[in-house]
Nanobody, 112 residues
Framework: HLQLVESGGGLVQPGGSLRLSCAISGFTLDYYGIGWFRQAPGKEREAVSCISSSGGSTNYAESVKGRFTISRDNAKNTVYLQMNSLRPEDTAVYYC?????WGQGTRVTVSS
């Protein structure tokens, strides 16, 4: 069955970088778009970024444009989210989403 496993979260200082990974198993990623969402404490889950099946089309929330980059490696069945210039307001649990399925999330904390 389809499983999504996020990793790469952690504690980072403002201005720092992290690279999140979402490994997909039980499913062939090649023909599907996939997205990253996040949920900050006390807030609703929000869309961060998504990428088309080929990787040729990407979209970003306004709050992360120019700082985050989504990419995918279909051969590895993995999607990435490179996060640069991190801010305290990026603190959240980050989830990947595919075909109605969510991973367990990875926590990102941006704090000095």
């Amino acid at each position: 069955h389809l499983q999504l496993v996020e990793s790469g979260g952690g504690l980072v200082q403002p201005g720092g970088s992290l690279r999140l990974s979402c490994a997909i198993s039980g499913f062939t990623l090649d023909y599907y778009g996939i997205g990253w969402f996040r949920q900050a404490p006390g807030k609703e889950r929000e869309a961060v970024s998504c990428i088309s099946s080929s990787g040729g089309s990407t979209n970003y929330a306004e709050s992360v444009k120019g700082r985050f980059t989504i990419s995918r490696d279909n051969a590895k069945n993995t999607v990435y989210l490179q996060m640069n210039s991190l801010r305290p307001e990026d603190t959240a649990v980050y989830y990947c989403y595919l075909q109605g399925n969510w991973g367990q999330g990875t926590r990102v904390t941006v704090s000095s």
